[in-house]
């Protein structure tokens, strides 16, 4: 047994050793569902701690029966910026930081290697600013000599409820081309930038999906992507060669979730059904069955707080969504904090029971 396998299955030996967490049983008569989960940053993190509470551990897959039988995320991989970037430049690898961010989403909540992995190292000359986790996968990408390798044992050491998949293996970057037409490179430079993005691109521009990607939204009885930054969390993946023509001719129902609030150069101004707009403007053809959005007030301070950075609610104008041949899902997906997030809980429950609704509808 390598080395590798002993420390997973230590692990897998502790998760046994630990009561089970609830999660709500598979309902009867409906069967359990296969979700593919496209997207980036905090956004992506936040749905899949939702959607992984109803995957039975992988110490108990074929004992225990979730709602959710198979979940995968599929992760940009464009970010160019703090631990990932310096990563990316040394070693020239694809970033893990998004990937690795799932892995913390879907493993055991509290568990201490999930800590570990989470945690960024605040002193030490060349340490400073790195994240373990990125560390990990930077130096497993060296002994594998396989990036997509080394995230799947990442996972498995982990005892990731879920598989993770990069949307791409090839060394992609963002292009932008701002609203007064000058072109902007890479995802640091275009989130700094004061101007509005009118356009997307990615170079090189043929870059191919993972054959992982494209299964997991084939086989897939629900898809969503986001919520996450318009354009360099969620266009980036839709930019890579055939992810728009999976979403078009997938057989399962695909949701979109819409952001809470608007975003700098990103989306500041934009409504729900403009989002919408501006991925199918990417994508060049209808991929949205639903669109899950938020129709709950806000805060006064909550409403002060973002105002006082340019941002504020993303306005559900349900009528235009509808106009596009989306159909919508509104509700309180919202929870205040520091920041406003979406509330997992609320947004997988709305979720399940669609995938539900069109698994049984399914001949």
């Given at each position: 047994?390598?080395?590798?396998?002993?420390l997973?299955?230590?692990?897998?030996?502790?998760?046994?050793?630990?009561?089970?967490?609830?999660?709500?049983?598979?309902?009867?008569?409906?069967?359990?569902?296969?979700?593919?989960?496209?997207?980036?940053g905090?956004?992506?993190?936040?749905?899949?701690?939702?959607?992984?509470?109803?995957?039975?551990?992988?110490?108990?897959?074929?004992?225990?029966?979730?709602?959710?039988?198979?979940l995968?995320?599929?992760?940009?991989?464009?970010?160019?910026?703090?631990?990932?970037?310096?990563l990316?430049?040394?070693?020239?690898?694809?970033?893990?930081?998004?990937?690795?961010n799932?892995?913390?989403?879907?493993?055991?909540?509290?568990?201490?290697l999930?800590?570990?992995?989470?945690?960024?190292?605040?002193?030490?000359?060349?340490?400073?600013?790195?994240?373990?986790?990125?560390?990990?996968?930077?130096?497993?990408?060296?002994?594998?000599?396989?990036?997509?390798?080394?995230?799947?044992?990442?996972?498995?050491?982990?005892?990731?409820?879920?598989?993770?998949?990069p949307?791409?293996?090839?060394?992609?970057?963002?292009?932008?081309?701002?609203d007064?037409?000058?072109?902007?490179r890479?995802?640091?430079?275009?989130?700094?930038?004061?101007?509005?993005?009118?356009?997307?691109?990615?170079?090189?521009?043929?870059?191919?999906?993972?054959?992982?990607?494209?299964?997991?939204?084939?086989?897939?009885?629900?898809?969503?992507?986001?919520?996450?930054?318009?354009?360099?969390?969620?266009?980036?993946?839709?930019?890579?060669?055939?992810?728009?023509?999976?979403?078009?001719?997938?057989?399962?129902?695909?949701?979109?979730?819409?952001?809470?609030?608007?975003?700098?150069?990103?989306?500041?101004?934009?409504?729900?059904?403009?989002?919408?707009?501006?991925?199918?403007?990417?994508?060049?053809?209808?991929?949205?069955?639903?669109?899950?959005?938020?129709?709950?007030?806000?805060?006064a301070?909550?409403?002060?707080?973002?105002?006082?950075?340019?941002?504020?609610?993303?306005?559900?104008?349900?009528?235009r969504?509808?106009?596009?041949?989306?159909?919508?899902?509104?509700?309180?997906?919202?929870?205040?904090g520091?920041?406003?997030?979406?509330?997992?809980?609320?947004?997988?429950?709305?979720?399940?029971?669609?995938?539900?609704?069109?698994?049984?509808?399914?001949?």
């Amino acid at each position: 047994m390598s080395s590798l396998e002993s420390l997973n299955v230590r692990g897998s030996e502790k998760l046994l050793q630990q009561s089970s967490p609830a999660y709500p049983e598979l309902p009867a008569g409906t069967r359990s569902l296969r979700v593919a989960a496209i997207g980036g940053g905090t956004g992506l993190s936040t749905l899949l701690r939702g959607l992984c509470r109803h995957v039975p551990p992988p110490s108990q897959h074929g004992v225990l029966h979730g709602q959710i039988s198979d979940l995968a995320a599929i992760v940009t991989v464009t970010d160019d910026g703090g631990s990932s970037g310096r990563l990316r430049k040394d070693f020239n690898m694809l970033p893990p930081g998004d990937l690795r961010n799932c892995m913390v989403a879907l493993s055991e909540e509290g568990d201490l290697l999930a800590k570990l992995f989470a945690h960024r190292f605040r002193a030490g000359d060349g340490l400073e600013g790195h994240n373990f986790g990125n560390l990990f996968v930077a130096a497993l990408t060296e002994i594998t000599g396989d990036f997509g390798h080394a995230i799947q044992l990442s996972s498995k050491i982990l005892a990731t409820r879920g598989s993770i998949y990069p949307v791409t293996t090839a060394n992609a970057s963002l292009i932008a081309r701002m609203d007064d037409g000058s072109l902007v490179r890479g995802e640091t430079n275009i989130t700094a930038s004061h101007r509005r993005i009118a356009e997307l691109m990615i170079d090189p521009p043929a870059s191919p999906a993972t054959p992982e990607a494209l299964a997991a939204i084939e086989q897939a009885d629900l898809i969503t992507v986001g919520p996450g930054s318009l354009y360099t969390s969620l266009i980036t993946n839709l930019l890579i060669t055939g992810v728009p023509a999976a979403l078009a001719s997938a057989r399962g129902l695909r949701v979109y979730i819409c952001n809470l609030m608007t975003q700098a150069n990103e989306s500041l101004g934009l409504s729900a059904s403009e989002h919408i707009e501006r991925i199918y403007e990417h994508t060049r053809a209808p991929v949205f069955d639903y669109a899950l959005v938020n129709t709950a007030s806000f805060s006064a301070e909550t409403l002060a707080r973002y105002a006082a950075e340019g941002a504020s609610p993303i306005k559900a104008d349900i009528e235009r969504i509808e106009a596009l041949g989306v159909r919508c899902l509104a509700g309180d997906f919202a929870i205040e904090g520091n920041v406003v997030r979406h509330n997992a809980e609320r947004v997988t429950s709305a979720l399940l029971g669609l995938g539900r609704g069109h698994a049984a509808a399914q001949p």
